[in-house]
């Protein structure tokens, strides 16, 4: 298991940016692949980003791309993620969440963090 812990969140206007972070605890961070995933209120909790252990691979959502960046670094047992040009519909509890094998479908990550909320207004 791994300890998953988010921070970073918070309000930003619409065309701004943010960076969410998430610092694990437990096993052998550079071991696990790591996503991003968020949930907006009404909504299913949806696929953003995910990144190889070693940070080489990195796959988005359509929605995300070129706009998001996630990146990871292993001595600091954290990833993040770098929002720019914030739209009022990425608003959303963000997750982080680790899996031995990357991957965009939720079922194979095993450990979560407790997510942290971003709101971005018009």
């Known amino acids: 298991q791994v300890q998953l812990a988010e921070s970073g969140g918070g309000l930003v206007q619409a065309g701004g940016s943010l960076r969410l972070s998430c610092t694990a605890s437990?096993?052998?961070?550079?071991?696990?692949?790591m996503g991003w995933f968020r949930q907006a209120p009404g909504k299913e909790r949806e696929f953003v980003a995910t990144?190889?252990?070693?940070?080489?691979?990195?796959y988005y959502a359509d929605s995300v791309k070129g706009r998001f960046t996630i990146s990871r670094d292993n001595a600091k047992n954290t990833v993040y993620l770098q929002m720019n040009s914030l739209k009022p519909e990425d608003t959303a509890v963000y997750y982080c969440?680790?899996?031995?094998?990357?991957?965009?479908?939720?079922?194979?990550?095993?450990?979560w963090g407790q997510g942290t909320q971003v709101t971005v207004s018009s």
């Open positions: 990144i190889s252990w070693s940070g080489s691979t990195t």
């Open positions: 969440a680790a899996t031995r094998s990357l991957a965009s479908m939720q079922n194979k990550y095993d450990n």
């Open positions: 437990g096993r052998t961070f550079s071991n696990y692949a």
